[in-house]
């Protein structure tokens, strides 16, 4: 598709305001409730995607992109640690305590390995990344999100003395947590202790023991049942003499079984997948492994956008070779192993070798150092001849599982010279998204309404420029040569979409009310038309997916964005179960919509797979969609310098929570209680003032008395879908005193409410 500029608009123009600025932040400040509310999503979204007991050998094959010769001889190697400073390990009481002492552990059995293999004299250059040691204080900021990680593999060459990481030159990140009770069989190791004084100790009682200490409590007693051992206190007299019958031979079976190590998830891994959120949206990331060191217990964790992988836990001081081969294979991996977006450059393709990748056909390699500062870096799409320079990021990941949107401000580089590289003037979205496989591709969507709606409609749709669909195989997604069994009942294909469309304003970027106003309805006449002769319903009315043309002369043209989650109307619901069926934004979301979602959780673990909880998405419910944005626009935006409140208001803050805060406070709103709608209309912004009594109070009345209305009149669900004609697009327009028929179609809507 060309770049022909929209009508009004020349192509020396730009839609790209000041405003438009590296640190731009996607969404409001986060809070610490909001900052909570993502990381039990997180969890939960993770909790039927998890797969555990991978094997270790097979990970560091497919994962990290190890010879499978090369990962056997590591784990049959003899890796000696010292018993000293493994009992001053075992008695550190601190979490960042246990850093230094661990890089120094890692340091031994890599040294090890490079012996073992011959490649000491090439240590700096096999070696692609280094520790660094953030001492739990550091703070590293992305997305207006302050994170303190522990320690962090960063990207060579590392940082500077005095200088931070950025989540973009973070190759792996590695958490300590000391919750972990291990027992002291599992802390000495051979020549401490007679061996049958070791093996006095019952397997079942250890792991008795840590499944009965509740999480947080300190390890003093830890500390001193290690001492017990050494002193040789009754207890462990006692259960040496009941062994002394014979030698010993539980030395080497003695280990904490498997299915003890590896749990379910916690709020342990749930912080860790915070961390490999961070990096997963800092580049638009294929996939990252983390590992949690938790007191003696390795835990290692790969997300990608469909699901998570764990492979079985080990303890690294009884399983050194282990602990080897999994930091071996992680300081090694080139960008391509690590899941770095593979048409992210530093320079264009004329700048740089690029060759055919070993790891799969069609995948480009990264030749050089990865990308750590992502503004100012290029962007070369396959199948697309040239490449964009990336301005600005507009927008970050905040999940995991899931879409994972992420939208940059980019140029199309026109020309290269000796003297430099020439770009369009015209500015360009360029978003990353990962779709449900068996959805139609956004980009389709907005082809069919063109060719269904009448061209006057055509200029409140995105402007297509490029648009692909990559699939798990086309982007070497490395656990599908695997042989992983998914849960075809839970797992979620996924696509990579990349969607490149003309460059428009934010909505509070409008130039004053009147633009705002003009901006919105253009989006509402767009929204219906595209319901009525395109046959298809957007399903996430947010304020990133109404947008503002400035037209040449001065006036502005409402943009109706991002339609990844449409739908035709004539399809089924979508197949997955409301747990990962989620259409619209929270904060704008309907109010039964939510609840259907708080009903869903509240179902005994189990009900889902007898129940089709999928709630269908009408037209009235992004009606109220509407509704919301006005009010959160009347109380963030400030139009008359282009910007929105960083913070949400904290009358507002519940709608950014989870369901259950999120559907109270609406109804507290909607329910008509004086109060509460006092206290809202009390703290709209001064200039959204007129637009509280000419449209949000109108609009407020119209949802809730339609639902009033319907629900008295027998609530019959035949009629659900728009409240018995009390709740439709004429219904709306007339409450806020606007013409339904925009474009004055013949008969339009003639003889319908």
């Known amino acids: 598709m ?63 992109g190890l010879d499978r010769s090369i990962g056997q001889r590591i784990l049959q190697m003899q890796i000696p640690l010292d018993v000293t400073k493994i009992h001053e390990y075992n008695s550190i009481t601190t979490e960042t305590g246990y850093h230094q002492p661990f890089i120094e552990f890692a340091s031994v059995v890599l040294d090890a390995v490079l012996t073992e293999l011959d490649e000491s004299d090439s240590k700096e250059e096999i070696m692609t990344s280094g520790f660094w040691d953030g001492k739990g204080t550091k703070i590293l900021e992305n997305d207006g999100r302050k994170r303190k990680p522990d320690v962090l593999l960063c990207w060579k060459p590392m940082p500077m003395k005095g200088q931070l990481p950025t989540w973009a030159g973070v190759k792996s990140v590695i958490e300590f947590k000391r919750k972990c009770k291990i027992g002291p069989d599992d802390i000495l190791l051979e020549g401490d202790i007679a061996k049958d004084e070791v093996a006095a100790f019952d397997e079942e009682e250890v792991l008795a023991e840590e499944d009965e200490t509740p999480p947080g409590v300190d390890d003093a007693g830890e500390s001193s049942h290690l001492s017990a051992v050494l002193s040789g206190s009754r207890n462990g007299r006692k259960r040496a003499a009941a062994e002394s019958a014979g030698p010993s031979t539980k030395r080497n079976s003695k280990r904490p079984r498997q299915s003890k190590l590896d749990g379910a998830l916690n709020d342990m891994h749930w912080q860790v997948a915070m961390y490999a959120l961070e990096t ?164 389709k969507y907005i082809e069919h309404l063109v060719e269904k709606l009448p061209e006057k409609v055509h200029r409140h749709l995105p402007k297509v420029h490029f648009a692909a669909t990559l699939t798990a195989d086309d982007l070497g997604i490395p656990w599908k040569d695997m042989g992983l069994a998914v849960d075809a009942e839970k797992h979620q294909e996924r696509v990579q979409q990349i969607t490149v469309t003309e460059l428009c304003n934010k909505l509070w970027e409008a130039g004053g009310l009147e633009e705002f106003k003009q901006a919105f309805i253009d989006c509402v006449h767009c929204h219906h038309m595209a319901y009525k002769m395109g046959k298809v319903i957007h399903r996430d009315i947010n304020e990133h997916n109404l947008l503002v043309f400035k037209e040449k002369d001065g006036g502005v043209t409402g943009v109706l964005n991002d339609w990844d989650m449409a739908k035709f109307i004539n399809e089924a619901n979508d197949s997955l179960h409301a747990a990962k069926h989620r259409t619209g934004s929270p904060p704008f979301m309907a109010m039964d919509l939510i609840e259907a979602v708080t009903a869903f959780q509240a179902l005994v673990p189990g009900a889902e797979s007898s129940l089709n909880p999928v709630p269908p998405h009408w037209f009235r419910h992004d009606l109220e969609s509407f509704l919301y944005l006005l009010i959160w626009a009347a109380i963030h935006y400030n139009l008359a310098d282009g910007s929105r409140d960083l913070r949400v208001h904290p009358l507002l803050s519940s709608w950014t929570l989870g369901p259950h805060a999120n559907s109270t406070s609406k109804q507290a709103i909607m329910s008509g209680r004086a109060a509460a709608v006092r206290k809202i209309y009390a703290v709209v912004k001064d200039e959204f003032k007129p637009l509280v009594k000419e449209w949000i109070e109108p609009l407020r009345k119209l949802v809730v008395t339609s639902y009033t209305e319907w629900e008295n009149s027998g609530s019959s669900e035949e009629t659900k879908d728009t409240y018995g004609g009390r709740l439709t697009f004429k219904k709306f327009m007339s409450a806020i005193c606007e013409d339904y028929n925009k474009w004055g179609i013949p008969d339009f809507l003639k003889d319908e409410d």
């Open 2 to 64: 060309g770049d022909s500029s929209r009508p009004g608009q020349s192509a020396s123009s730009s839609p790209v305001k000041s405003g438009y600025k590296s640190e731009y932040l996607s969404r409001n400040l986060p809070t610490e409730g909001v900052l909570k509310t993502m990381q039990e999503n997180i969890g939960k979204e993770l909790k039927d995607c998890d797969y555990n007991n991978v094997d270790l050998l097979d990970f560091a094959e497919h994962i990290l």
């Open 280 to 443: 997963l949206s800092a580049t638009g990331r294929l996939w990252v492994v983390c590992v949690l060191i938790d007191k003696f217990k390795v835990s290692v964790c790969y997300f990608d956008r469909m699901l998570g992988l764990r492979p079985s836990s080990f303890l690294f001081h009884r399983n050194p070779e282990k602990l080897a081969l999994l930091l071996y294979g992680l300081m090694r991996s080139d960008p391509r192993r690590s899941g770095l977006n593979p048409h992210l450059r530093w320079n264009p393709t004329h700048a740089s070798v690029v060759s055919k990748s070993q790891h799969g056909d069609g995948v480009p390699s990264l030749v050089g150092n990865p990308v750590t500062k992502v503004v100012g870096s290029y962007l070369e799409p396959p199948n697309y001849k040239g490449c964009f320079k990336i301005w600005s990021i507009l927008r970050q990941a905040d999940d995991i599982i899931g879409r994972g949107t992420t939208v940059y401000a980019v140029r199309r580089v026109k020309e290269v010279t000796r003297k430099g590289m020439k770009f369009t003037t015209k500015h360009y979205a360029y978003k990353l998204s990962w779709a449900d496989a068996a959805r139609t591709a956004e980009s």
